[in-house]
């Protein structure tokens, strides 16, 4: 996993639709989730993750999934631990690139426990000011729905972080029982880890390879 064989991965990811549609669809991540993401939807597989990225105005929309989790199912008490061990080392990894956290937080959605935490800044030398994180962990697979912002929100990003959050679903057809082996912690530490590593260059490539395209762009001649 050295940075030098995935960086042409991530120009791929960032290079293929960065022209922005603002038009909101569905997308079906798999049989547990689906979520409304705004435009062109990206793929890529990374890390041992698939990540889904599309952009609109100010704001990054990214949804990893890790299938690499191999927990056997035990109490709510390690569900708790692992959501906590998943949350610390995102937040961990994001510390690191020079940003501050919120502690996280539980939520529920659709009967499904997560966690939400924020990561921010105000030094102007930091490209993404402000990135929004859950995590869920769902019949094996960890997701990581993020969104990340390259300015201030505006009211058009608000309503897109608003429809983004209210849009996921998970099915709950498919739902095993949310319990999990004493082991999950330490597995989710690294795994949260893992998806910060995964998370912050997405966001950093395709920013700087917007804006690089954007300047290239010619004038209109009037």
């Known amino acids: 996993m050295k940075p030098l064989f995935l960086l042409p991965c991530l120009i791929l990811f960032f290079t293929v639709g960065l022209a922005q549609d603002s038009v909101w669809k569905e997308t079906k991540i798999d049989e547990n989730l689906s979520i409304d ?3 062109e939807v990206v793929i890529v597989d990374t890390l041992g993750q698939r990540a889904y990225r599309s952009i609109d105005g100010n704001a990054i929309y990214v949804v990893t999934k890790y299938k690499g989790v191999n927990i056997s199912v035990d109490n ?3 569900l708790d631990e692992f959501l906590d061990g998943m949350a610390e080392g995102f937040s961990k990894k994001m510390q690191k690139s020079g940003l501050k956290i ?3 937080k539980s939520i529920h959605i659709d009967s499904i426990e997560g966690r939400y935490l924020r990561c921010y800044t105000d030094n102007p030398n930091i490209l993404i000011r402000e990135w929004i994180a859950h995590m869920f962990f769902v019949n094996g697979i960890a997701y990581t729905l993020v969104v990340a912002y390259t ?3 505006t009211t058009k990003d608000q309503k897109g972080f608003t429809q983004f959050v209210q849009s996921i679903n998970f099915n709950s057809t498919f739902i095993a029982e949310n319990t999990f082996a004493n082991k999950g912690l330490s597995r989710s530490y690294k795994i949260g880890e893992l998806i910060g590593s995964t998370i912050i260059p997405l966001g950093i490539v395709g920013l700087i390879l917007y804006f690089v395209l954007r300047k290239k762009k010619p004038k209109p001649r009037f």
Do not use: Y
Request: proline share 25%; hydrophobic share 10%; charged share 40%.
């Open 37 to 39: 993401m705004p435009g």
């Open 76 to 78: 709510p008490e390690s």
């Open 102 to 104: 919120t502690k996280p």
């Open 151 to 153: 300015d201030d929100r």
